[in-house]
């Protein structure tokens, strides 16, 4: 029996910024650093520091990396094993995946498909707190919401808020979906305004929500023909908004107002663009995301994708850089986003 | 070396898709400088695997790195023939052009090309020899290549025959190989390696402009001449032959019988079917040999924990067996993760493979169920509309309400939504959990009105009255009459049905527990009965 013995987790070098040819797509092809082995698949990872890497497996282990710069090599540096596990006495392993971690350093937060939460210290051997049975499904997504505040996702269509300061175990707000109870995916909180939040569904909409009024999303925008896997405001340019899925495309949205003064979308070859009127729900909040003022109302969607085929596992962005993974298992680096 | 092997099948599971998918689009010429640049495309992912495979042999124990010069051999001989099949059969390269590729060809693949008499012969009568290449370059005609070629054979010739080169045997000897003697080449065997390399040197000087039709006569003579009886030719050599004779079929089957993998015959054998070159062929057990070599190359995928993925694409483009096949694969993928099923549930929902969506769902509800992840499980019966499950589990939540005595997992059940009417189970989960939350927050003609007509309308199972006449009880103690008299007696009429010996309803349990509660229930109605009725009689109306 063959078991997944062949995972890595890897650091690699997206070549040298500064070399933007005429075309401007990329310049050197990213190359492999290091890589190292790793048990179960790569579920879901975020950096901790310039240095320290936090990685969550199917497994249900938790595992920080340490990237050594000087000689360009990664070590396992603390290990959480059994993060995640299910009781079961039937079977001896019982591991359960997680699905989802965030950090905010020292601090790591952990969710999985056992339903559980776990509050980490980077420093600390130990979970700094367990929430047991915190969701009676799995956990999809978690996120900070403040930084003693965080906002997970769960398979009944659910988003909660949890209030790490308060001692009991129940979830401080529940949100949920109005129709259907679609799975949740992915969520991000807009990084400058904290009371918009969006998240991606399992039939591939994107609900944009305001947390601080009602229990139901604000919008809600018909997006991808199958699971959402990540949502991401852009973190210094938030009018931007970009999701990724199993149907092959990532979409870019923008809402920034000057639409005008970009032409050149017009005039991309193997883009498909489509303006999406967004006329949608009750208030009249400032931010792009809430608004339905008419003048205001156009966002444009982009494909950036041309030639899609298996899915969009994954996606980063930063600055002018996006990055993504395919289950072709390929890496993509567009280094010209705004070009 | 799966690892970089696995470049090979991603790389050209996304060429494959191309291929299909510009079907429609193209004709005539563009058709073909399309296939032809699909081909390269083929070729060039087989090169940098290579390239990623040598690098790769360097930084392993000797022990491995046989078998990564194994493997890069056999790449290179696959490149090797993939080129051939290029040039003879998707180009179809002409009589002219022919010789061109070829040379290009053997050059590209043999390394220890005969630079120093290149070189020599290059700086002999250099205004010659430009002149040949350029007239090869050149769009003339076939005729006109030939004569300004022969000028300049029986130009050589003369120079042979005067005795010029006389005093220099070296000079003479070259003389004699661009005269295309073939002995005379033949004496420098050491510095050909191949006789394919033989084949399109003699070409080169003999006959330069030889048609396709005519290859096979020289490859075989060239073979013989070159092997000479010394040593029998090896499978590589058979399939390049076979390609000469411009038999695809053979070179396919030798092939499919040398190499260890059906990529290389799957891929090449679909290329050549969309040249339309396989289309007179039937094989006899029944679906044509392009299908038939898709499917058992994908079905080698699917053993892979992550590579199955592209072999339902390559499923997707078999007409005849490919949806069998997948159906028959799908279910044996192991669904470790979450993300796992939904990826293959996504797959068989877009393929309306319903049967496979409700078995996946179910499996992994029963997982769910198995680890006490009840929201889970409900998750998953909705995803597949999963009635009967959805009782299962609604079940599974009131028997621990019985046991408990209060409900688990509220955050699920208070917030069902319109999932509570996938099955009549749940719905009454649903409302009798809000049931509870209109006693809690004392509203109390509400939830007795509820409670009622989750009796009376049959919502609830009959298992169940009895806990919710139990629940009538609190209401019907109160200091204010809650129950109207007609619902009284439809109380009344509801504790008969399930105390009388009915055939057909719900079995009833005939202990001390039971008797009392009957008791205490049978008094508490009547006296609600007794009260309602004065309260209603003075009352005016109802």
């Known amino acids: 029996m063959l078991t997944p013995c062949d995972n890595r987790v890897s650091i690699w070098s997206a070549g040298d910024l500064g070399n933007a040819g005429l075309n401007g797509e990329y310049h050197g092809e990213p190359h492999l650093l290091c890589d190292i082995q790793h048990n179960g698949d790569v579920m879901d990872m975020q950096f901790l520091d310039q240095e320290r890497l936090v990685v969550a497996s199917s497994t249900g282990t938790v595992t920080i990396f340490r990237h050594h710069q000087n000689n360009q090599t990664l070590s396992a540096n603390h290990r959480w094993e059994k993060a995640h596990y299910h009781v079961d006495q039937d079977t001896s392993c019982g591991g359960a995946a997680c699905t989802g971690v965030v950090c905010n350093n020292p601090e790591i937060v952990t969710v999985g498909e056992d339903g559980r939460i776990n509050l980490f210290r980077a420093d600390q051997r130990d979970a700094v707190r367990t929430i047991d049975n915190a969701d009676s499904s799995t956990l999809h997504a978690v996120t900070f919401l403040r930084t003693t505040e965080i906002l997970t996702v769960n398979s009944i269509g659910q988003l909660k808020i949890w209030d790490l300061r308060q001692q009991r175990n129940e979830p401080s707000q529940i949100f949920s979906l109005a129709g259907d109870r679609v799975p949740l995916h992915c969520v991000d909180r807009h990084p400058n305004q904290q009371h918009i939040v969006a998240t991606g569904g399992q039939d591939g909409m994107l609900s944009i929500w305001d947390i601080r009024q009602g229990t139901m999303p604000v919008s809600l925008l018909n997006a991808h023909e199958a699971e959402m896997w990540e949502v991401h405001f852009h973190p210094s340019d938030p009018d931007h908004l970009f999701t990724c899925s199993e149907d092959g495309s990532l979409w870019h949205w923008d809402t920034s107002t000057n639409v005008s003064e970009k032409p050149s979308f017009l005039h991309q070859g193997g883009r498909s663009t489509a303006y999406l009127s967004h006329s949608t729900i009750n208030q009249s909040v400032v931010s792009a995301w809430l608004s339905n003022d008419p003048t205001k109302d156009r966002m444009e969607i982009t494909n950036l994708i041309p030639n899609q085929t298996l899915s969009v596992n994954s996606l980063d962005v930063l600055g002018p850089c996006l990055v993504y993974g395919t289950d072709a298992e390929a890496i993509y680096v567009n280094r010209q986003l705004f070009a | ?542």
């Open chain 2, 1 to 542: 070396y799966i690892q970089t092997l696995r470049k090979l099948f991603n790389e050209s599971h996304g060429i494959f898709m191309g291929l299909q998918r510009s079907e429609e689009e193209l004709a005539g010429k563009s058709r073909k400088a399309h296939l032809v640049q699909v081909s390269k495309n083929y070729r060039s992912v087989i090169r940098a695997c290579m390239e990623d495979m040598h690098e790769a042999a360097g930084k392993f124990d000797p022990a491995l790195q046989g078998q990564y010069s194994t493997q890069v051999s056999i790449l290179s001989a696959m490149e090797l023939i993939w080129n051939l099949c290029e040039i003879l059969f998707v180009e179809a390269a002409t009589a002219g052009p022919l010789l061109l590729r070829l040379l290009d060809w053997v050059r590209l693949h043999v390394c220890d090309v005969d630079s120093m008499v290149r070189e020599v012969l290059s700086s002999e009568s250099p205004s010659k020899h430009k002149l040949f290449w350029n007239v090869i370059g050149n769009t003339q005609t076939l005729t006109e290549l030939e004569l300004k070629w022969q000028h300049w054979h029986e130009e050589c010739q003369r120079y042979l025959q005067d005795g010029t080169f006389a005093s220099s045997p070296h000079m003479e000897s070259i003389c004699k190989i661009l005269l295309g003697d073939e002995d005379a080449i033949l004496e420098k065997k050491e510095l050909m390696t191949t006789w394919y390399h033989f084949l399109v040197t003699r070409l080169l000087y003999s006959h330069p402009t030889v048609k396709p039709v005519e290859l096979r006569f020289y490859a075989q003579s060239s073979m013989d001449l070159f092997l000479g009886g010394e040593s029998s030719p090896e499978p590589l050599d058979m399939i390049l032959m076979a390609a000469f004779e411009f038999e695809i079929h053979q070179v396919i089957k030798e092939c499919s019988i040398v190499l260890s993998n059906w990529w290389f015959v799957a891929h090449l054998t679909d290329l050549l079917d969309h040249c339309k070159l396989l289309q007179s062929h039937n094989l006899y057990f029944g679906s044509n040999m392009r299908e038939f070599l898709l499917l058992e190359y994908a079905s080698g995928l699917f053993s892979h924990h992550s590579l199955w993925q592209l072999g339902v694409d390559y499923f997707d483009h078999c007409p005849e067996y490919g949806r069998v096949y997948l159906e028959l694969h799908i279910e044996r993928i192991p669904l470790s993760t979450e993300q796992k099923a939904l990826k293959v549930l996504r797959i068989c929902e877009q393929r309306q493979m319903q049967e496979q969506v409700r078995s996946i769902c179910k499996i992994m509800a029963m997982k769910a169920l198995r680890n006490n992840r009840l929201g889970s499980a409900l998750s998953w019966s909705i995803r597949a509309k999963d009635a009967a499950f959805a009782t299962l589990i609604s079940d599974r939540f009131l028997k621990d309400y019985c046991e408990r005595g209060c409900f688990s997992d509220l955050d699920l059940i208070d917030n069902l939504g319109p999932s509570m009417l996938l099955s009549d189970r749940l719905t009454f989960l649903g409302k009798y959990r809000e049931f509870h939350r209109l006693y809690g927050e004392k509203r109390f003609s509400e939830a007795a009105r509820l409670l009622l007509t989750l009796m009376t309308a049959h919502i609830a199972p009959c298992s169940f009255w009895m806990t919710l006449l139990t629940d009538a009880l609190p209401l019907l103690e109160q200091k204010e009459v809650i129950f109207s008299a007609e619902q009284t007696y439809e109380l009344m009429r509801c504790l008969e049905d399930l105390t009388s010996p009915n055939p057909g309803s719900a079995p009833f349990q005939d202990d001390d527990v039971e008797t009392t509660k009957v008791e205490m229930l049978r008094l508490a109605l009547a006296r609600n009965l007794a009260r309602v009725i004065v309260k209603e009689g003075t009352v005016e109306g109802s």
